[in-house]
């Protein structure tokens, strides 16, 4: 079974700091990797995801994860953050996308808090 | 595109009663919906698959007598926390995968019972 780690359960930085969430996955022959936003009180918004080819991958409001098979590791990134960056981020594994939908494994979520 | 919407957003039920939770797709057709449930500051536990047209597949510890799952077209799902109690109070999120497989999340839906 698939298993994500997120080791940080909460990251504090600065405005206009950059910030790395760290994930990490348990190997399996096909992954599928995506990061997810949750603001209080809403349901997950997508953030960026990787299905295959360039291991490095740009999402929405500046995000970008690059993919790691040695290490296993996909984490993401943001150069410049904002306050509105304050949030919730989850990120996900699907051992296989397939028509009918394929379970994802969350991460158990990293608190990103923005300050001024 | 690709917008999964959820009713009510917010409910408050006295315990023992029921309460329905909708989960839709309304621009696309949904093969799969997924139920979760979100304790504060907690990451998301899926509690059942459903497809459209069967049965759902729960998760292991989730009691399918107490929270049902209707699947009845390929744009509506419904999750019925049955004689709900305080500790069903939860925040439960929907998601619909389209034909590629991707989840869709849905707003969630905030249950406090009284």
């Known amino acids: 079974a698939q298993s994500v780690t997120q080791l940080d359960s909460q990251v504090p930085v600065f405005e206009e700091a950059p910030v790395e969430l760290r994930c990490n996955y348990s190997s399996s022959v096909s992954v599928y990797l995506f990061w997810y936003v949750q603001y209080p009180n809403q349901g997950l918004q997508l953030l960026l995801k990787?299905?295959?080819?360039?291991?490095l991958v740009k999402g929405i409001n500046g995000f970008e994860a690059e993919f790691n098979k040695s290490q296993t590791s996909f984490h993401l990134r943001k150069p410049s953050v904002h306050i509105s960056d304050t949030a919730e981020y989850f990120c996900?594994?699907?051992?296989?996308?397939?028509?009918?939908?394929?379970?994802?494994?969350f991460g158990t979520g990293t608190q990103l808090k923005v300050e001024l | 595109g690709a917008v999964v919407s959820q009713h009510p957003s917010r409910v408050i039920c006295k315990s023992g009663t029921s309460v329905k939770i909708e989960c839709r797709s309304l621009d696309f057709q949904a093969t799969t919906m997924f139920w979760y449930r979100q304790f504060p500051k907690q990451s998301l536990m899926l509690m059942a698959t459903?497809?459209?047209?069967?049965?759902?597949?729960?998760e292991q510890g989730v009691e399918k007598d107490k929270f049902l799952i209707n699947h009845a077209s390929l744009t509506l799902s419904t999750l019925t926390v049955t004689s709900a109690h305080p500790e069903d109070s939860s925040f439960y999120i929907c998601s619909a995968t389209g034909d590629r497989g991707e989840q869709y999340f849905g707003p969630g839906t905030r249950l406090t019972v009284t």
């Open positions: 996900a594994a699907s051992a296989k996308l397939t028509g009918g939908g394929n379970k994802l494994t």
């Open positions: 990787y299905l295959s080819g360039s291991t």
């Open positions: 459903s497809n459209e047209g069967s049965k759902a597949t729960y």
